[in-house]
Each structure stands twice: as structure tokens, then as C-alpha cells.
């Protein structure tokens, strides 16, 4: 049966036919041999009666008067039927009365029969028939004839033999008959087979089946029809969604570079006017001042990173960097940054780090100090009095990598245990009373559950109310050894009078960013738009361009590609700085289709801007004039 199942319909419908039309074949032809068996019994039975009769009644007057000669006489008419091996007549006391043979080679056995018995017989090739002899209705004798079935032998090998031609002739009949009509019922199964594979391997759901029946196979065309239509509807209306929703993700993605480079621009002018101020000469009133609005711009920028980073897990284009950090002084300069809050509300900041935690680490340390500011601040704002803490310890360490686990303890108000798993939902606080007493945007939680475990790490909450809370997360990190801590200066001095033009339509970023090159003895020269940069490029040569990406009439996209256009190869190949606003992974990407190197996300410091300088110079040559 197994193999059966294997086998093609189209053979399958073959095999039944031939084994179908040979089991009937076989069944009429031995329904036949039967039949006509009982027939011919019936036939030698009815005539031997009617011999048995004749000659009975002939031999009643020899049996009578003890005539032997005339019984025998009478016994010989049977040598005209040459199946009639002989016969023999008993008297009751079984005694021979009269004998005959119709060959000398043949004998007739005196079979143990009753007397006086009406019987009919067969042994081996031979059929043996008693009939008693009446006289008066008295018995007087018994005759019995022996008669030949060799003929009946002869008869039923040759029934035997056509029965079996005609098996054979069957089987082939039946074959070419199956492999004739069987197209009929295949055919139309094997289009329909044909059609899915076309659907398959095309994806054209517009292709349908030919319906030439109203058979089962007609309707299951019909029903496959039906069902590829369905999904062709389903298909199109998904498409239709999807176009729907890629371009509302466009518009999304638009509004949302849009919007963050407006928030960004103004906020990037105050934060390096901030820094810049905050290196000159300052009473102590200015200076309590300039924290409140560095206070207030942090902030800001804060919820500006929450909003966009939420967007950007939502699509899954969020990456991360691997690049050298130290966990020692990312929670130092989480410290730093979080000392003005922690002053004003008379909180003690705690840190401990086991010794066992490297020094270096590979990993993405932006996203490790916006989990820890999340939960930092989260803590200061929901900690009246007491401390706040963070715990660094190794979990596990082998060659290359080593798992750290960083818990944020305050002496807060504590969650309730109901709300400790929704607190990491999109928008939840643990209360509407929390939103309004304490504020903030209710992402700040969610965002920092899949910032961990996009890093292949895991965080939970231990929390009791009005007793604190301890928010608990791992991070799996590569880790490397120290580098050089003077190569970093080094670098710088070796770059110093690098010639920088630099691009932006905004005179405060201007100011800031040339401030802060200028202090660092590279050569600037600014203009705040597209055309004049191009003036400038035409005439000058420059080691670094830093490129503003929205400004009027010649944006930056437009501009790098101009540049990369210019017959002059080491004009053409001057490094380029995005310098953007809008961090979305569209403008990042048409920032490096455009030509661009490196880009550069507003409000930016001083350190990731000469990092980048650094880097691009050093792996660009110096043109031969300087």
C-alpha cells in the first residue's frame, strides 16, 4: 500500500483499470466453467437414466426367464457410444448376472454400492450410474453402466486454456484502454498542477484554470479558481496597505526629519554658545544661571531623543555602534552631568564597580549612557530624599566577551507590584497622578527595555512601594585591551593649520563651531550657503569640508554631489562632514549616496567632532601646496 501511494495517479488509474477488468474477467470465466460443469453433469446423469431405463426394461424378460445370451445381447447396444466403458447387470443376492466391455483393455470395477440403490457416482475420469431393474414393482436386478469422462477432461483444458488467453488478452485490452481513456481524468489534474506551479514560481495571481468539465475534477478547478482569486484580492489589498503604509512612513520619517532639525537647530545654537560660555570668566550668579539652561536644554534634548529614538525601534532601523569605550567614565560623566540635579535636591550619588570590570569594553556606549540617564533621572525625579545608586558587577567572563550587570538603587516612592511589568509599555506611568506630579513623556521606560535587549541583554524591576526601587539590566560586551591615552593628543597636534570650510546657513552654529576649531589651531573659513561654498571650492583648496544638509536654495546633498563631480580629483575627493539635525536613517543614507564620508547628529560636543575630523584627516592625504 505504501508504494501504491507513491505512485502517479496517472498509474494508479492504469493499474485499477487492468486489475479491475482482469478480476471481472477471471470471476465470469470461473462463474462459466461452473456453470457449464453442472450442466454437463446434468446432461450425462439425464442420459445414462434414460440408457439405464431402455436397457432395464429390455433385459426384464432375460433377467426373468435366466436368459443370459439375450441379456448380453442387449447390454452390447451400448458399444455404440464410445464413452460407455461397459456395463454389468447383479442379481439381489449380488451375484453376476450379465457383463460387458467395450474394450478388452478396459475393466469395470465392481463398485461397493448397495444394491437396490438409484445413485449416480464419479471416480476419477469415470462416472458411475445404479439403477435397480423393476418388475411388478418388485426389484429383480440392479444395472450399472460405467461411463468415460475423458472427454469432459479433454473439454475442461480447453476451457482452462481460453480462459487464460483470454485473461492475457484482458490485461493487455484493459492496458492500452487505460493508457487510451486515462488523459481524460489526468489531463485536466495535471493543468490545474501545472497552473499552481506557473502561480507559484510567478507570483501573477491573475492566472486562472481552464474549466472544460462539470465532473469533480471541473469543480475542483472551479474551487481553485475561487480560492486564487481570494488571494489575488488579498494580495492586492495588501499591497494597497503597504503602499498606504510606506508612505505614511515616508511622511512620517519627513515630518519627523523636519521636526527635529527645527527643534535641533535652535537647541544645538544654545548648547555650544553654553559650552563656549562656559569656558570664559563667570561670577556665580551667571554661572548658576548658565547650568539652569544647560539644565533646561539637556531636558529638552532629552524628550527630542526619546521622541526619535522611539521612532526609530518602532521601524527597526535603529543601529548600533561598536566601537572602545570605558564603563568607568561614562558613569563618571553620567555623575557629572546629573550634579546639578542631584545638589538642588539633596540626593547622595553612589557608584560601585567591581574590580574584575576591564577598563575598555566594546559596545555601544551612547546607548549604555542614554539607558543609565533614563534610569538616573527616572530615579531622581521619583526620589524625594535619600540616594540614589549604581552597582557594576561581572556576571560572566571568559577570553572574549564579559556580561556586566548594572543596577540603578534609589530610596524613592517605590511601584506598586500590579504596575511593575506595564511601566515598560509605551506611554504608561504608574499612575495619572504620577504624570502630573512628576511629568515626563512615558517613553522614557519602554525605550530603555528594547535599547537593552537590542544589545542582546535583559533588565527587570525589584520594587516595593514607598521602600525604593532597583531597576536591574545586563549587557553582553566585547571586551579589548587600553590604547595609547596620548595618541589622541598627538593626533591633533600633528593636523594643526588643517584648512576647514565650513558650511551652515545658521550664524550661532557659525560661531560655535568655528570657536571650537579655532581653539583647537585648525584654519576656518565659513559661509552660509551653497553658492558661496562653491565660489570658495573653485579657488581654494581645503583638507575638511563641514556641510550643513538643510539650507536654502543649494542644499548640502546638492552640494556634495557638485563637488564629487569636479574635474579636479583632490578637490573631488575632499573628506565631507554631514553636519544634520535630522537623524533619520533616510538622511543618513542620502548623506552617503550624495558623496559624504561621515555625518555628525545635532546638538553635537566638542570630542565627537574632533574625533571625526581626526579620523577622516588621517585617512585622507594632504594636498601637495600645503
Known amino acids: 500500500m505504501a508504494i501504491f501511494k507513491n505512485l502517479s495517479i496517472r498509474t494508479k488509474i492504469i493499474l485499477l483499470i487492468v486489475i479491475v477488468s482482469t478480476i471481472n474477467i477471471i470471476l465470469a470465466s470461473l462463474v462459466q466453467y461452473y456453470y457449464e460443469r453442472l450442466l454437463y453433469n446434468l446432461e450425462i446423469k439425464q442420459k445414462l437414466s434414460i440408457l439405464s431405463n431402455v436397457i432395464g426394461d429390455s433385459n426384464t424378460g432375460a433377467i426373468t426367464f435366466n436368459n443370459k445370451k439375450e441379456s448380453l445381447d442387449y447390454l452390447s447396444s451400448l458399444k455404440t457410444d464410445e464413452d460407455v466403458q461397459g456395463a454389468i447387470?447383479?442379481?439381489?443376492?449380488?451375484?453376476?448376472?450379465?457383463?460387458?466391455?467395450?474394450?478388452?483393455?478396459?475393466?469395470?470395477?465392481?463398485?461397493?454400492?448397495?444394491?437396490?440403490?438409484?445413485?449416480?457416482?464419479?471416480?476419477?475420469?469415470?462416472?458411475?450410474?445404479?439403477?435397480?431393474?423393476?418388475?411388478?414393482?418388485?426389484?429383480?436386478?440392479?444395472?450399472?453402466?460405467?461411463?468415460?469422462?475423458?472427454?469432459?477432461?479433454?473439454?475442461?483444458?480447453?476451457?482452462?486454456?481460453?480462459?487464460?488467453?483470454?485473461v492475457g488478452l484482458s490485461i493487455v485490452t484493459g492496458t492500452f484502454l487505460a493508457l487510451l481513456f486515462q488523459g481524460g481524468i489526468t489531463r485536466p489534474i495535471f493543468k490545474l498542477y501545472h497552473v499552481m506551479n506557473r502561480i507559484s514560481f510567478k507570483k501573477d495571481y491573475s492566472i486562472r484554470s481552464e474549466i472544460k468539465s462539470r465532473d469533480e475534477v471541473g469543480k475542483l478547478a472551479s474551487g481553485f479558481n475561487f480560492m486564487i482569486e481570494q488571494i489575488e484580492q488579498q494580495n492586492n489589498e495588501l499591497k494597497t496597505a503597504k503602499n498606504q503604509s510606506d508612505t505614511a512612513l515616508k511622511t512620517k520619517?519627513?515630518?519627523?526629519?523636519?521636526?527635529?532639525?527645527?527643534?535641533?537647530?535652535?537647541?544645538?545654537?544654545?548648547?555650544?554658545?553654553?559650552?563656549?560660555?562656559?569656558?570664559?570668566?563667570?561670577?556665580?550668579?551667571?554661572?548658576?544661571?548658565?547650568?539652569n539652561i544647560k539644565h533646561s536644554s539637556d531636558h529638552l534634548l532629552a524628550i527630542i531623543n526619546d521622541l526619535l529614538e522611539f521612532s526609530k525601534l518602532g521601524t527597526g532601523k535603529l543601529q548600533l555602534e561598536k566601537s572602545q569605550f570605558s564603563i568607568h567614565k561614562t558613569i563618571e560623566r553620567i555623575e557629572r552631568s546629573m550634579e546639578f540635579e542631584l545638589k538642588n535636591r539633596k540626593l547622595d550619588f553612589i557608584t560601585s564597580i567591581e574590580e574584575s570590570i576591564p577598563h575598555f569594553v566594546i559596545g555601544d556606549e551612547y546607548r549604555l549612557t542614554q539607558i543609565l540617564i533614563n534610569l538616573v533621572g527616572n530615579a531622581i525625579k521619583f526620589t524625594p530624599t535619600g540616594s540614589i545608586r549604581i552597582e557594576v558587577k561581572n556576571l560572566t567572563d571568559d577570553n572574549d566577551t564579559i556580561v556586566v550587570e548594572f543596577a540603578v538603587i534609589d530610596t524613592g516612592i517605590g511601584i506598586i507590584e500590579e504596575k511593575q511589568e506595564l511601566i515598560f509599555e509605551s506611554f504608561t506611568q504608574e499612575s495619572s497622578d504620577t504624570n502630573r506630579k512628576y511629568g515626563g513623556t512615558g517613553l522614557g521606560l519602554a525605550i530603555t527595555k528594547q535599547l537593552v535587549e537590542i544589545q542582546d541583554g535583559k533588565i527587570k524591576v525589584k520594587s516595593k512601594k514607598g521602600e525604593g526601587s532597583s531597576f536591574i539590566f545586563t549587557i553582553p560586551y566585547q571586551k579589548r585591551q587600553t590604547t595609547d591615552s596620548d595618541k589622541y593628543k598627538d593626533q591633533l597636534i600633528s593636523l594643526e593649520n588643517s584648512k576647514i570650510l565650513l558650511v551652515d546657513d545658521n550664524p550661532m552654529n557659525l560661531l560655535f563651531a568655528k570657536s571650537m576649531l579655532d581653539k583647537n589651531h585648525?584654519?576656518?573659513?565659513?559661509?552660509?550657503?551653497?553658492?558661496?561654498?562653491?565660489?570658495?571650492?573653485?579657488?581654494?583648496?581645503?583638507?575638511?569640508?563641514?556641510?550643513?544638509?538643510?539650507?536654502?536654495?543649494m542644499d548640502g546633498y546638492e552640494l556634495s554631489r557638485i563637488i564629487r563631480s569636479f574635474g579636479d580629483k583632490e578637490k573631488s575627493n575632499t573628506p565631507i562632514i554631514a553636519l544634520t539635525a535630522a537623524a533619520t536613517l533616510n538622511e543618513i543614507k542620502k548623506c552617503f549616496d550624495s558623496g559624504m564620508n561621515d555625518y555628525l547628529i545635532k546638538p553635537f560636543k566638542k570630542e565627537e567632532l574632533l574625533t571625526k575630523i581626526i579620523s577622516l584627516l588621517l585617512n585622507f592625504p594632504r594636498k601637495k601646496d600645503d
Open 253 to 291: 520619517e519627513k515630518f519627523l526629519a523636519n521636526m527635529t532639525h527645527e527643534l535641533r537647530t535652535p537647541l544645538t545654537s544654545i548648547v555650544g554658545l553654553s559650552s563656549l560660555l562656559e569656558e570664559t570668566e563667570l561670577n556665580h550668579e551667571q554661572k548658576e544661571y548658565l547650568e
Open 89 to 166: 447387470i447383479l442379481l439381489p443376492d449380488s451375484s453376476l448376472f450379465a457383463e460387458f466391455k467395450n474394450s478388452e483393455s478396459l475393466h469395470t470395477p465392481k463398485y461397493n454400492i448397495p444394491l437396490k440403490s438409484d445413485t449416480t457416482i464419479f471416480d476419477h475420469n469415470i462416472l458411475i450410474s445404479s439403477k435397480p431393474i423393476y418388475l411388478e414393482g418388485e426389484i429383480i436386478a440392479t444395472l450399472r453402466i460405467a461411463y468415460s469422462l475423458s472427454e469432459y477432461k479433454k473439454k475442461e483444458k480447453q476451457y482452462i486454456s481460453v480462459m487464460l488467453y483470454i
Open 522 to 553: 585648525f584654519i576656518t573659513e565659513t559661509c552660509n550657503s551653497g553658492d558661496d561654498a562653491l565660489q570658495k571650492l573653485k579657488v581654494g583648496n581645503y583638507h575638511l569640508i563641514l556641510l550643513d544638509l538643510h539650507m536654502p536654495k
